[in-house]
Every structure is written in structure tokens, then in C-alpha cells.
């Protein structure tokens, strides 16, 4: 069985139209993902054929342009493209989280306004941290009005993945005028900004997630909304692409080390076979990692059915606000943050170990950096940094033992201003 083979089940359970649609653009991503990172080439061209063939419009209604894809369906797509370069759907996670926002809104200007452009191509990055003089309490970076009451933003972010790529960030703000932080759609082609490729992370590393400076750029007003009245789970979709990555990482390392082994004509004199793909012991290992990414993206499918969940929740609360429902909606938001949690627990602990025993099954050779083997551990390993998830278990346990549900937002930085 080839890797081509192997990829086979991580298109089967999707429809046709979607493998039809995505298939060819991934199997040409894939083909070059080894030698980008080798490079560190920025993926700029297998970008866009995923923009051609609508990723980034995937999740919204047929009726406005999208494929109307449900998040376990979305979810199985995205893993099935993290299987062929795992910065791809990780560049697109900030772009995702403004999808849903635009879907499950009650300003009915602001969908107006971006589902046409989310349906033409145009995609957004993220700029929400920083990577200091922020505090736990507020962002650093300021938007104020000027003389003329036009909106501007100032500071300097990092962190700001897909951004380089896209025509459009979402930026967290300290707004001056009632000192609440927001949210603030930035359009990138215009003065006041500047984004840098200075991204140095050992994995992940084509994702763009460098620095931008902000100095004065202009922001629509109807594109400012404070953080806490963003979609109820924006954390939970934030969490789920980099599980989506795990899982697709996890699927890339087997992949890989199975075409290793079956392209192997050297073996040890106290193996058990003449050939490396018949030795038992190797078999072995192969299996036990492939069991183990195939656990990996069962778990992470469940957090897709638990979003899927929360978004029938959200379109409920915008059709029907009101606060007789506030209570089981939240829940539901919560329990979606559980689950991912869980699920974020056992990945970070399968993937790296899959990423790295692939070398047990190979020689010496396979740590060539040509190679590129090395490059699922060291993205696996990055992904499973950014929201660490030694403070998500002690989520869980207070869960299990309280039934107390996870805080719907949480913050990095200094612990207090100016520290």
C-alpha cells in the first residue's frame, strides 16, 4: 500500500463533491511539502489552490456561495490536507474563526458586508497576541479615534499566523474610549501596516505566524466588536484546526515511514526478515502507529461533533436571542471546550510519540534533513505549544470532579500592565 493508498481512508468518508473538488490541489500539496520545509519556502502557490477550490468559502451556506459543509465533515477535510502539509489549515485559523462569526452574527450589516467577501476568495490572519507588554488584562496595542473620528489601531503583534498570506487580519485591541479590549478587522494593502516573515519556531514554520506593526492603520467602525460577544466558541474552533494538524501529522509520519520501510533494501543481521517491510517486529511497530493515528483523529472527530453542537447553538441564540436559553447554551459552548481539552490531552501525548518512534522502524539514513522525517515531530510538537495543555487537564479534572465548566476566554501576558 502506497501513501497514496494510505490517504485513500482519509478521503473515503468524505463526498464526492468535496474529494472531487479538494482531492487534486492536496495530492500536489503534498508532493512538495518535504522540500518547503527543507527550504522554508512559504507555500504561497498551494495556498491558492485552496483558495481556488474553496476552502476558505467551505463552511458557508450553498445559497451564498460555500459547499455548506458541517464541522465534522470540515474537520475530516482539514485533516485530510494537515496529512498533506500540516501548516496549510493552520494558516487558514484565524480566516475559520472569522467565518463563523460572520455565519452565527445578529448584525445582520456586518454579515452582509463579509459573506460576499469570504465567498469571492478574500481570507483574513489572526493578530491577537503578543509577544510582550500585553498583560492578562489588556492588550497593548491601542485603537483610538483621531481628530477627525476616524479609527486607527497602533502596536505591534506576533503570532500572527496566515497573515502574510491574506488580505485581511483580526486584530486584539485596547480601545482607548472605553478601555475594552476588541476585535478589529484590519486590511493589510494599506499605509500603517507592515508584516514581517520573521518567524523562527523549529516547526510549523511555514505558517507565516511572524510580526506585524500596526502605526495608524484605518478601522471601519461596523468591523470593531468587543471579544467577549465573538461567537461562544471561538476557543473551542481555535484549538480544534491545531488538533486537526495533530491528527493529519500523525497520519503523514505513518505514511511516510511505511514508504520508508517498503523503499528499504538494508536490514541488520539480527533482524527477523531479509526484506524490512517482512520483518514481523517492524510490522509491528508500523501497526501499533497507525492504531494510534487512527485513535487520534477519532478523538478529534468527536470535538468536530461537539462544534458542530455549539454552532446550532449559536444559530439558535441569533435567530432567537434572548436569556430563557442563555444557560443550555452556554453548557453547550462549555462541554465543547471539554472535549477538546480531553482530546488536546491525548494528542499531544500520541503525536509527538508517533513522530518520533517512525525512526525506530528505519536507519540512520532516515534522519537525513533531506529527508524531511524530522519536520512531523518538530511540527507536532510546536502545534501542541500553543495553548499548552497542562492548564486544559486541570480543566478537565475540575470538570470530572465539580462538573465546573471551562472559562469561555482566556488570556496570555504579563500579569499585570506594564510588568
Same mark, same amino acid.
Given at each position: 500500500?502506497?501513501?497514496?493508498?494510505?490517504? +485513500?481512508?482519509?478521503?473515503?468518508?468524505?463526498?464526492?463533491?468535496?474529494?472531487?473538488?479538494?482531492?487534486?490541489?492536496?495530492? &500536489?500539496?503534498?508532493?512538495?511539502? =518535504?522540500? !518547503?520545509?527543507?527550504?522554508?519556502?512559504?507555500?504561497?502557490?498551494?495556498?491558492?489552490?485552496?483558495?481556488?477550490? =474553496?476552502? /476558505?468559502?467551505?463552511?458557508?451556506?450553498?445559497?451564498?456561495?460555500?459547499?455548506?459543509?458541517?464541522?465534522?465533515?470540515? =474537520?475530516?477535510?482539514?485533516?485530510?490536507?494537515? @496529512?498533506? +502539509?500540516?501548516?496549510?489549515?493552520?494558516?487558514?485559523? =484565524? %480566516?475559520?474563526? #472569522?467565518?463563523?462569526?460572520?455565519?452565527?452574527?445578529?448584525? !445582520?450589516?456586518?454579515?452582509?458586508?463579509?459573506?460576499?467577501?469570504?465567498?469571492?476568495?478574500?481570507?483574513?490572519?489572526?493578530?491577537?497576541?503578543?509577544?510582550? *507588554?500585553?498583560?492578562?488584562?489588556?492588550?497593548?496595542?491601542?485603537?483610538?479615534?483621531?481628530?477627525?473620528?476616524?479609527?486607527?489601531?497602533?502596536?505591534?503583534?506576533?503570532?500572527?499566523? *496566515?497573515?502574510?498570506?491574506?488580505?485581511?487580519?483580526?486584530?486584539?485591541?485596547?480601545? #482607548?474610549?472605553? /478601555?475594552?479590549?476588541?476585535?478589529?478587522?484590519?486590511?493589510?494593502?494599506?499605509?500603517?501596516?507592515?508584516?514581517? +516573515?520573521?518567524?523562527?519556531?523549529?516547526?510549523?514554520?511555514?505558517?507565516?505566524?511572524?510580526?506585524?506593526?500596526?502605526?495608524?492603520?484605518?478601522? &471601519?467602525?461596523?468591523?470593531?466588536?468587543?471579544?467577549? &460577544?465573538?461567537?461562544?466558541?471561538?476557543?473551542?474552533?481555535?484549538?480544534?484546526?491545531?488538533?486537526?494538524?495533530?491528527?493529519?501529522?500523525? %497520519?503523514?509520519?505513518?505514511?511516510?515511514?511505511?514508504?520508508?520501510?517498503?523503499?528499504?533494501?538494508?536490514?541488520?543481521? %539480527?533482524?527477523?526478515? +531479509?526484506? @524490512?517491510?517482512?520483518?514481523?517486529?517492524?510490522?509491528?511497530?508500523?501497526?501499533?502507529?497507525? @492504531?494510534?493515528?487512527?485513535?487520534?483523529?477519532?478523538?478529534?472527530?468527536?470535538?468536530?461533533? @461537539?462544534?458542530?453542537?455549539?454552532? *446550532?447553538?449559536?444559530?439558535?441564540?441569533?435567530?432567537?436571542?434572548?436569556? &430563557?436559553?442563555?444557560?443550555?447554551? !452556554?453548557?453547550? %459552548?462549555?462541554?465543547?471546550?471539554? !472535549?477538546?481539552?480531553?482530546?488536546?490531552?491525548?494528542?499531544?501525548?500520541?503525536?509527538?510519540?508517533?513522530?518520533?518512534?517512525?525512526?525506530?522502524?528505519? /536507519?540512520?539514513?532516515?534522519?537525513?534533513?533531506?529527508?524531511?522525517?524530522?519536520?512531523?515531530?518538530?511540527?507536532?510538537?510546536?502545534?501542541?505549544?500553543?495553548?499548552?495543555?497542562?492548564?486544559?487537564?486541570?480543566?478537565?479534572?475540575?470538570?470530572?470532579?465539580?462538573?465546573?465548566?471551562?472559562?469561555?476566554?482566556?488570556?496570555? *501576558?504579563?500579569?499585570?500592565?506594564?510588568?
Amino acid at each position: 500500500m502506497s501513501a497514496t493508498d494510505y490517504a +485513500d481512508q482519509l478521503w473515503a468518508r468524505l463526498p464526492a463533491d468535496v474529494v472531487a473538488a479538494f482531492r487534486p490541489a492536496v495530492e &500536489e500539496i503534498a508532493a512538495g511539502a =518535504g522540500a !518547503r520545509d527543507v527550504e522554508r519556502e512559504l507555500p504561497v502557490k498551494e495556498l491558492g489552490l485552496l483558495r481556488d477550490a =474553496g476552502l /476558505g468559502r467551505a463552511r458557508l451556506p450553498i445559497a451564498d456561495g460555500g459547499a455548506g459543509l458541517d464541522w465534522p465533515t470540515f =474537520g475530516r477535510l482539514l485533516i485530510a490536507i494537515s @496529512a498533506a +502539509d500540516s501548516n496549510l489549515p493552520q494558516i487558514l485559523r =484565524g %480566516h475559520f474563526a #472569522l467565518v463563523e462569526q460572520a455565519l452565527t452574527t445578529g448584525d !445582520r450589516a456586518f454579515a452582509e458586508r463579509w459573506l460576499p467577501r469570504i465567498a469571492a476568495g478574500e481570507i483574513t490572519g489572526n493578530a491577537w497576541s503578543e509577544a510582550g *507588554g500585553s498583560s492578562i488584562a489588556r492588550a497593548s496595542t491601542e485603537l483610538v479615534a483621531d481628530a477627525d473620528g476616524v479609527l486607527r489601531i497602533r502596536g505591534r503583534k506576533f503570532y500572527t499566523t *496566515g497573515s502574510i498570506f491574506a488580505e485581511w487580519t483580526d486584530a486584539v485591541a485596547h480601545r #482607548l474610549s472605553d /478601555g475594552v479590549d476588541v476585535s478589529a478587522l484590519v486590511r493589510l494593502d494599506q499605509p500603517g501596516v507592515t508584516v514581517l +516573515d520573521d518567524w523562527d519556531g523549529f516547526g510549523q514554520r511555514l505558517t507565516g505566524t511572524g510580526t506585524i506593526v500596526f502605526d495608524g492603520a484605518v478601522v &471601519e467602525a461596523g468591523d470593531v466588536l468587543p471579544v467577549p &460577544e465573538r461567537f461562544g466558541y471561538q476557543t473551542v474552533l481555535y484549538q480544534f484546526v491545531l488538533l486537526a494538524v495533530l491528527a493529519g501529522t500523525a %497520519h503523514a509520519a505513518v505514511a511516510d515511514a511505511a514508504d520508508a520501510v517498503r523503499a528499504r533494501t538494508r536490514v541488520y543481521s %539480527h533482524g527477523s526478515a +531479509d526484506q @524490512a517491510r517482512s520483518d514481523p517486529q517492524i510490522q509491528a511497530l508500523l501497526g501499533e502507529l497507525a @492504531a494510534s493515528a487512527f485513535a487520534v483523529e477519532s478523538v478529534v472527530l468527536a470535538v468536530a461533533d @461537539a462544534l458542530e453542537d455549539s454552532y *446550532g447553538a449559536a444559530l439558535a441564540e441569533r435567530d432567537s436571542p434572548g436569556e &430563557e436559553e442563555a444557560d443550555r447554551r !452556554r453548557r453547550i %459552548h462549555g462541554l465543547a471546550e471539554v !472535549r477538546a481539552a480531553q482530546a488536546q490531552s491525548f494528542a499531544t501525548a500520541a503525536v509527538p510519540k508517533i513522530s518520533s518512534r517512525l525512526f525506530d522502524a528505519l /536507519g540512520a539514513s532516515a534522519t537525513s534533513r533531506g529527508a524531511s522525517l524530522d519536520r512531523h515531530w518538530r511540527n507536532a510538537r510546536t502545534v501542541s505549544s500553543h495553548n499548552p495543555v497542562l492548564f486544559k487537564n486541570r480543566w478537565v479534572g475540575e470538570w470530572v470532579l465539580d462538573g465546573t465548566l471551562p472559562q469561555p476566554l482566556w488570556a496570555v *501576558g504579563n500579569p499585570t500592565p506594564g510588568a
